[in-house]
């Protein structure tokens, strides 16, 4: 059964400080993985999608990689801002079969404090 | 392009009462996923309907249920609400296609924030 893990939990760091959110999962059969942000209330955001035969996805300040045999991925933020607080989630989807279905982490809280 | 619609937004409701959800995907998406999200299990995945079919469905009683239109709009209903199914309810729209830089990425909707009283 695939498990997703996120640590740390939560995370306050300074403006302007690069920070890594982590990402775990127990299953290395996954077809893709994508983080995603949310802010307090509201739905998900997709931020990057990375297939499993990709080793990393860079948007703008975000970059996340993928090492599949490892079962990890790793989101980087670049020189932090006040509008990146929120909870960045990450999913995987398994290898085969016709499904979309996404297992979550549990998430981790940011703040970047001003 | 718009993106992925849910209403209402909000609902209260009382045990026993039955309510129903409604989602309308990006346009062109044919895959729709129903997720609830709650703080103590975070988020769990419902059911999936791709094509007017269900393909794939969690590990939730026979009170949930969905289905999907031939427009690929999507609507859940829970029966017989109870307490602990207070929850953010989303809905998630993906292309289901296999092809493209970016296929399969999936689209969150809003939300339906339901409080069962």
């Known amino acids: 059964k695939q498990e997703v893990t996120q640590i740390p939990a939560a995370l306050s760091v300074p403006e302007g400080e690069n920070l890594v959110l982590n990402c775990s999962f127990t299953?290395?059969?996954?077809?893709?993985l994508q983080w995603f942000r949310q802010d307090p209330g509201k739905g998900l955001t997709s931020l990057l999608l990375?297939?499993?035969?990709?080793r990393e996805q860079t948007s703008g300040r975000l970059n996340a990689s993928l090492d599949k045999s490892s079962g990890r991925s790793t989101l980087y933020i670049a020189a932090s801002q006040p509008g990146d607080s929120a909870t960045y989630l990450c999913?995987?989807?398994?290898?085969?079969?016709?499904?979309?279905?996404?297992?979550f982490g549990t998430g981790t809280l940011l703040a970047v404090q001003p | 392009k718009a993106g992925v619609t849910q209403t209402p937004r909000y609902l209260i409701k009382t045990r026993g009462q039955q309510v129903t959800l409604s989602c309308s995907p990006i346009?062109?998406?044919?895959?729709v996923s129903w997720y609830q999200q709650t703080p103590g299990q975070g988020l769990q995945f419902l059911f999936e309907?791709?094509?007017?079919?269900?393909?794939n469905k969690g590990n939730f009683p026979g009170r949930f249920s969905g289905r999907q239109f031939s427009n690929s709009r999507s609507e859940m209903n829970v029966s017989t609400l109870e307490l602990g199914d207070s929850a953010l309810y989303l809905c998630?729209?993906?292309?289901?296609?296999?092809?493209?830089?970016?296929?399969?990425?999936?689209?969150f909707g809003p939300g339906t924030r339901l409080t069962v009283l």
């Open positions: 998630a729209s993906s292309s289901g296609g296999t092809s493209g830089r970016r296929y399969n990425e999936q689209f």
């Open positions: 990375i297939q499993s035969s990709q």
């Open positions: 999913a995987v989807r398994r290898d085969g079969g016709a499904t979309n279905k996404l297992i």
């Open positions: 299953d290395s059969a996954i077809y893709n």
């Open positions: 346009s062109g998406h044919r895959s």
């Open positions: 309907y791709f094509s007017e079919t269900q393909r």
